[in-house]
């Protein structure tokens, strides 16, 4: 069973820059489509964005499009989360997912294993 360990959240002033990393261990990534989704306090869980296994497919939620960039690294089994002009909208706590479908999987219910979550607030 894979593991998977988000990293790189923080406190970040509006218009600013964080990069998120998601580890995986215990298996290979290399072989699924990968997610990231956020949750706000009070909120369901909202799909963010995903990327394929070929790395050669991505797919965004509009809220995120042209600011967040999603990218994996099949040698170091770790995807990242590039997310730039945040806004306090962005605020939630972030996960990395692997899916158990491949394609555009976008809901969560595509998604067999999720990691602990990283806190990203944004102040304004």
């Known amino acids: 069973q894979v593991q998977l360990v988000e990293s790189g959240g923080g406190l970040v002033q509006a218009g600013g820059s964080l990069r998120l990393s998601c580890a995986a261990s215990?298996?290979?990534?290399?072989?699924?489509?990968m997610g990231w989704f956020r949750q706000a306090p009070g909120k369901e869980r909202e799909f963010v964005a995903t990327?394929?296994?070929?790395?050669?497919?991505?797919m965004y939620a509009d809220s995120v499009k042209v600011r967040f960039t999603i990218s994996r690294d099949n040698a170091k089994n770790t995807v990242y989360l590039q997310m730039n002009s945040l806004k306090p909208e962005d605020t939630a706590v972030y996960y990395c997912a692997r899916a158990w479908r491949g394609g555009n999987a976008q809901y969560p219910f595509e998604y067999d294993c999720w990691g602990q979550g990283t806190q990203v607030t944004v102040s304004s």
């Open positions: 215990g298996r290979s990534i290399s072989d699924y489509v």
């Open positions: 990327i394929d296994k070929n790395d050669g497919n991505t």
